[in-house]
């Protein structure tokens, strides 16, 4: 991370999860390094980082936030697990859309050096095959549309700022597959599929109830993984055209919950699947050939050693 020493970082939305990781993981950039929180109140504090507590739904809280800063990294966002996606799809718009383009807005008055946007998988069509960045055809899995269009309109935007204007912004953009890990979100109302579970190993849930048949497969990647992404990606690329993060290898839902139970000893409890339930796309494979070749990106957390880590995380958090 020798780029970063002495620069001023931006991390945004330093109160979640992939921004709390990301923190802690720039700590031992000697960056001089700052987040926004709102709301909601950080995870963890050090004194070597300012926290600054503004609303970037407005373009007051953007300018303020932006101000002096050399790098963003945007990891706030406005996030939910399956059940909302599919009952409250809107809920993902508005405020994600108003905080991507003022941030936007107010880095581009504030001169910001290099901003990295973190997109998803869910702009995809449904595929039997890996997924390559240039598969994007403005088609989505039905239950992503809303929160699929958000992502990809600000890639277009992120293009439009990176390559469209006379004084270009330099912005990077990562797809990043499913994110676990530590610090991740455990609501029961918001949480996605993996937190969901550990939880209900970590409390011996019995029956443990699995939302859809479990056959659901998904690439999912771990958050110091990712973190090792971006990293990469804001030093090497210098281009808005995305770029995927994952681990290059699917598992089931079912596979999940037969690691989480093997790993915590729970293996006599009951599962129980539940296809009444909301679920999301059925199949998603990524290809990360592009960030192999172009960044160095090689992930060394399989899946049944993420979930161990994570797992015992949960166990012992405070």
Same mark, same amino acid.
Not at 176 to 187: H, K, S, T
């Given at each position: @991370?020798?780029?970063?020493? =002495?620069?001023?970082?931006?991390?945004?939305?330093?109160?979640?999860?992939?921004?709390?990781?990301?923190?802690?993981?720039?700590?031992?950039?000697?960056?001089?390094?700052?987040?926004?929180?709102?709301?909601?109140?950080?995870?963890?504090?050090?004194?070597?980082?300012?926290?600054?507590?503004?609303?970037?739904?407005?373009?007051?809280?953007?300018?303020?936030?932006?101000?002096?800063?050399?790098?963003?990294?945007?990891?706030?966002?406005?996030?939910?697990?399956?059940?909302?996606?599919?009952?409250?799809?809107?809920?993902?718009?508005? %405020?994600?859309?108003? @905080?991507?383009?003022?941030?936007?807005?107010?880095?581009?008055?504030?001169?910001?050096?290099?901003?990295?946007?973190?997109?998803?998988?869910?702009?995809?069509?449904?595929?039997?095959? %890996?997924?390559?960045?240039?598969?994007?055809?403005?088609?989505?899995?039905?239950?992503?549309?809303?929160?699929?269009? @958000?992502?990809?309109?600000?890639?277009?935007?992120? =293009? @439009?700022?990176?390559?469209?204007?006379? =004084?270009?912004?330099?912005?990077?953009?990562?797809? %990043?597959?499913?994110?676990?890990?530590?610090?991740?979100?455990?609501?029961?109302?918001?949480?996605?599929?993996?937190?969901?579970?550990?939880?209900?190993?970590?409390?011996?849930?019995?029956?443990?109830?699995?939302?859809?048949?479990?056959?659901?497969?998904?690439?999912?990647?771990?958050?110091?993984?990712?973190?090792?992404?971006?990293?990469?990606?804001?030093?090497?690329?210098?281009?808005?055209?995305?770029?995927?993060?994952?681990?290059?290898?699917?598992?089931?839902?079912?596979?999940?919950?037969?690691?989480?139970?093997?790993?915590?000893?729970?293996?006599?409890?009951?599962?129980?699947?539940?296809?009444?339930?909301?679920?999301?796309?059925?199949?998603?494979?990524?290809?990360?050939?592009?960030?192999?070749?172009?960044?160095?990106?090689?992930?060394?957390?399989?899946?049944?050693?993420?979930?161990?880590?994570?797992?015992?995380?949960?166990?012992?958090?405070?």
């Amino acid at each position: @991370m020798d780029f970063l020493r =002495d620069k001023r970082v931006l991390v945004t939305g330093g109160s979640g999860f992939v921004g709390t990781n990301l923190l802690k993981r720039l700590l031992e950039s000697n960056c001089k390094l700052s987040t926004t929180i709102h709301k909601t109140p950080p995870q963890f504090t050090d004194n070597s980082i300012e926290y600054i507590d503004v609303d970037l739904t407005t373009p007051e809280g953007c300018l303020k936030a932006t101000k002096n800063i050399d790098y963003i990294f945007m990891c706030a966002a406005n996030t939910s697990g399956a059940a909302v996606m599919e009952n409250n799809p809107l809920a993902h718009l508005t %405020p994600n859309i108003l @905080m991507n383009l003022l941030l936007y807005e107010a880095a581009y008055k504030n001169n910001i050096k290099k901003i990295l946007f973190i997109s998803s998988n869910t702009v995809y069509p449904v595929t039997d095959f %890996p997924v390559r960045e240039d598969d994007v055809t403005n088609e989505f899995y039905h239950k992503y549309f809303i929160v699929a269009w @958000m992502k990809r309109f600000t890639e277009i935007v992120s =293009d @439009m700022y990176a390559d469209k204007i006379n =004084d270009k912004m330099n912005i990077v953009v990562v797809r %990043p597959a499913n994110l676990y890990g530590e610090y991740d979100d455990f609501d029961w109302e918001t949480s996605h599929v993996i937190p969901a579970l550990i939880r209900k190993v970590a409390e011996k849930h019995d029956p443990i109830q699995v939302w859809g048949d479990g056959n659901d497969l998904k690439e999912f990647l771990y958050i110091d993984d990712f973190i090792d992404g971006i990293i990469l990606a804001m030093e090497k690329i210098n281009s808005s055209k995305p770029i995927n993060l994952s681990l290059n290898k699917a598992v089931t839902v079912k596979e999940i919950i037969n690691h989480l139970i093997e790993i915590d000893g729970h293996t006599s409890a009951k599962i129980e699947y539940d296809t009444t339930k909301p679920t999301m796309i059925p199949k998603r494979l990524i290809d990360n050939s592009k960030a192999r070749e172009l960044l160095g990106f090689n992930p060394s957390v399989n899946i049944k050693d993420g979930l161990s880590r994570t797992l015992e995380w949960y166990k012992n958090r405070k």
